[in-house]
Nanobody, 118 residues
Framework: QVQLVESGGGLVQAGGSLRLSCAAS????????MGWFRQAPGKERERVAT????????YYTDSVKGRFTISRDNAKNTVYLQLNSLKPEHTAVYYC???????????WGQGTQVTVSS
């Protein structure tokens, strides 16, 4: 199972930006669809964005379209999530995930906290 380590979270003011990174342990990183989920306090974990193995196809949940961008660098075994124009409602723990398909994810990182102040 691929091991994932997220970084880049923190406290930012509304309107600010953050870049989350997720480093994967396996050299077969390019064999995995990668994704970002988030879980806000008192809410269920939700899918934020996914990117296919080659990086040529992405998915975003409606609430982040135009604000967040997912990308990957297969040479560095890393997936990124650029968060722009942040709002307090974006506050959550953001989790990196991997799956052999983009419909089923079974590897998870420990999460990184994103807090947006108003």
């Amino acid at each position: 199972q691929v091991q994932l380590v997220e970084s880049g979270g923190g406290l930012v003011q509304a309107g600010g930006s953050l870049r989350l990174s997720c480093a994967a342990s396996r050299r077969t990183f390019s064999s995995y669809c990668m994704g970002w989920f988030r879980q806000a306090p008192g809410k269920e974990r939700e899918r934020v964005a996914t990117i296919n193995k080659s990086g040529t196809s992405t998915y975003y949940t409606d609430s982040v379209k135009g604000r967040f961008t997912i990308s990957r660098d297969n040479a560095k075994n890393t997936v990124y999530l650029q968060l722009n124009s942040l709002k307090p409602e974006h506050t959550a723990v953001y989790y990196c995930t991997a799956g052999l398909t983009c419909t089923r994810f079974d590897g998870w990182g420990q999460g990184t906290q994103v807090t947006v102040s108003s």
